[in-house]
């Protein structure tokens, strides 16, 4: 007997091991794996698991009647979206598509299950190798994602240069949030281009080029007209000629840098890249000659474009102390307004440049312990020119900055003007507000003092001075507003004007995505803010006060008006592209478009009644017509161009 209750005893201790060693085990031996898991039970002293804790994302792939998918979903890290800058690094390193953390395949009910360590993401699905749906910033763990696949937004604009519609421009558009390529498509023959079935973003980045231009990357609403205007750049071919015959060897750039080239044996160039969007001047020069040449903006005329060299000057510069003459040594001689001059030290304080250009040279010479001096001197064509330059003793201006309370303020920034200073130069205060500037002439300067959140400083100095200088700053003030429609949503890139009462305006700006817009640096007062932004009415002036740097944001609501749509035709009926619609009389944010390539227009923002519509096309008499807002189907028809 007592041995079979040893061997029962025996049995139910197996039993109970072997329940213990069953994957997941009891309740509450569940429990106390989570909580050492989690590091806060008895074991928590244990490391940390080298790899984060993963968890499931779920949802179903559906369309819009409710029916499953079969798609690809992704999953990417959520991140704020990218700004044009950092779009064009991507474009620039030719990485345009973000990887994904994980993927899966829908099953036949369309659900999905992903397995991700714990964040926020972004789940797109794609349908044919197509992106087709998005859903924003998931949770992981999240019990329920719901992805419906759509045929997408449509995007509209045009690609244009300072001439008109760029044909055949080739764009590439990707999301932002995840950066994802969505569709490459090409400009028609007036520029005019339509993408389809684009995610619902807000905004999509497009990445623009065509033959003869320079590229471009912009950001564009999706619920809008969207305008990309390239750069245009030429192709220069010529002749470098030095009294009457080839000049091998010179060497051809634009002034302010860009592409180089150089002459060959017959003293012809190319120049490729050329920005033809304004005046470009090109230099040539050779080892005796100078020349430059001007090209027009939209220049057409770039082939046999000769620059003549005239004979070159140089100069020579001696750079010493004004009352000893002695050769000063760390000296350094520039021409602010003529980079392509080249200064080289032969010798202690001895400089020479040649070639140079004939005529007036700005100079600025400075040396250590010396003040600076500006010379302008006149290059001659011809043998090098001789000057010497003598630097004064230097003076110097210190002082303090402080603030309201008589505190010295550091990280105050202080711009100086004067003899011997660029311009670009700025000097930061540094500990108790202290500040010293050297190297300056015995002479008259302009100091301004600037520093985020207070009123700039601007005093007329003559040096040297006895004693040192203390200003003080006075803190400024600021407005803030944020621009809503009629039914609470933000309007971004709503334009805001403040001014002061009964006086002038004195600020603009536009506002950001979310409605807003901040406006600092301003003198303590009152003030009156008014906004328009497209498709709207402009709002009546709305009072604010400014007294310090806490600004709560105003609301300005702006009520949504009409809008006007309608067609311009031919007198044959075909649709006329790039013709110009203007709203005559009380202009209101949507005052002028301009047709697509179909001749369609839009002009938001109206209010009911009668107005007056310009019609103009280049080749095409005017019409002017009085049209009741609102109306559909609207057709206007211009006559056929004039022959001459």
């Not at 603030?403 to 011997?420: I, K, Q, S």
């Amino acid at each position: 007997m007592r041995y079979g209750l040893v061997a029962a005893g025996a049995l139910l201790l197996l039993l109970a091991l072997l329940l213990a060693l069953v994957p997941g085990g009891t309740e509450e031996q569940r429990a106390s794996a989570k909580t050492r898991a989690a590091g806060t039970g008895p074991d928590s002293s244990a490391p940390a698991p080298a790899a984060p804790e993963s968890a499931a994302l779920r949802g179903w792939v559906q369309d819009a009647r409710g029916q499953p998918v079969a798609a690809r979903v992704l999953a990417f890290e959520a991140g704020p979206a990218l700004t044009r800058e950092g779009l064009e690094q991507h474009v620039a390193e030719q990485a345009l598509e973000a990887p994904a953390r994980a993927t899966a395949t829908t099953g036949p009910d369309g659900a999905f299950l992903l397995r991700v360590p714990e964040g926020r993401y972004h789940l797109l699905a794609e349908v044919d190798g197509r992106p087709a749906a998005l859903a924003l910033e998931v949770e992981a763990g999240a019990s329920e994602v719901s992805l419906v696949v759509t045929d997408g937004e449509r995007l509209t604009g045009q690609v244009v240069d300072v001439a008109g519609g760029v044909a055949r421009a080739h764009l590439t558009v990707v999301s932002l949030a995840p950066l994802r390529r969505l569709r490459e498509v090409v400009s028609d023959e007036t520029g005019a281009f339509v993408v389809e079935g684009l995610l619902p973003q807000a905004r999509h980045g497009v990445w623009a080029r065509a033959a003869g231009h320079g590229s471009r990357v912009v950001l564009v609403d999706a619920s809008r007209h969207a305008t990309v205007m390239l750069p245009c750049a030429l192709r220069v071919e010529g002749r470098v000629l030095e009294r009457g015959v080839a000049a091998p060897g010179a060497r051809v750039r634009p002034r302010g840098g860009g592409p180089e080239a150089r002459a060959d044996a017959a003293g012809r160039f190319v120049l490729e890249g050329l920005d033809c969007s304004g005046r470009t001047e090109l230099l040539a020069e050779s080892a005796t000659g100078v020349g430059e040449r001007a090209l027009e903006p939209l220049s057409e005329d770039t082939s046999g474009f000769d620059i003549s060299l005239e004979t070159a000057g140089g100069l020579r510069v001696r750079v010493v102390e004004a009352r000893s003459g002695r050769l000063l040594e760390g000296a350094s001689v520039q021409s602010p307004a003529a980079p392509e001059a080249v200064w080289r030290e032969e010798d202690v304080g001895r400089f020479r440049a040649a070639p140079l250009m004939p005529g007036p040279l700005g100079l600025i010479v400075r040396a250590p312990g010396h003040g600076a001096v500006q010379r302008v001197l006149e290059v001659r064509p011809g043998p090098e020119v001789e000057v010497e330059l003598g630097l004064p003793p230097e003076s110097v201006l210190a002082g303090r900055i402080l603030g309201p309370e008589g505190l010295g303020m550091p990280g105050a920034r202080l711009h100086l003007l004067g003899p011997g200073l660029s311009g670009g130069e700025a000097v930061l205060t540094g500990a108790e507000g202290r500040f010293e500037v050297r190297g300056l002439a015995e002479d008259t300067y302009e100091l301004r003092v600037e520093r985020p959140g207070y009123l700039p400083v601007t005093r007329e100095l003559r040096l040297p001075r006895t004693e040192p200088l203390e200003l003080s700053l006075e803190p400024a003030a600021a407005v803030a507003v944020k621009v809503l429609g009629a039914r609470g949503e933000p309007v971004g890139e709503a334009a805001v004007s403040l001014s002061r009462v009964g006086g002038e305006t004195v600020r603009e700006e536009g506002t950001d995505a979310r409605g807003g817009v901040h406006f600092g640096g301003l003198v303590p007062g009152r003030y009156l803010a008014k906004a328009r932004a497209p498709g709207y009415l402009a709002s009546e002036p709305v009072p604010v006060e400014a007294w310090d740097e806490e600004a709560v944001p105003v609301p300005l609501v702006l009520r949504e008006g009409l809008t006007l749509s309608g067609r311009v035709r031919d007198a044959r009926g075909g649709p006329v592209a790039e013709a110009d619609v203007v709203l005559m009389g009380n202009a209101t944010s949507g005052g002028r478009t301009r047709t697509d390539g179909q001749g369609r227009f839009t002009l938001p923002g109206l209010v009911p009644g009668r107005v007056r519509l310009l019609v103009e096309k280049f080749g095409h008499p005017m019409r002017e017509v009085e049209v009741e807002v609102p109306t559909s189907n609207l057709e206007l028809r211009l006559e056929s161009p004039r022959l001459e």
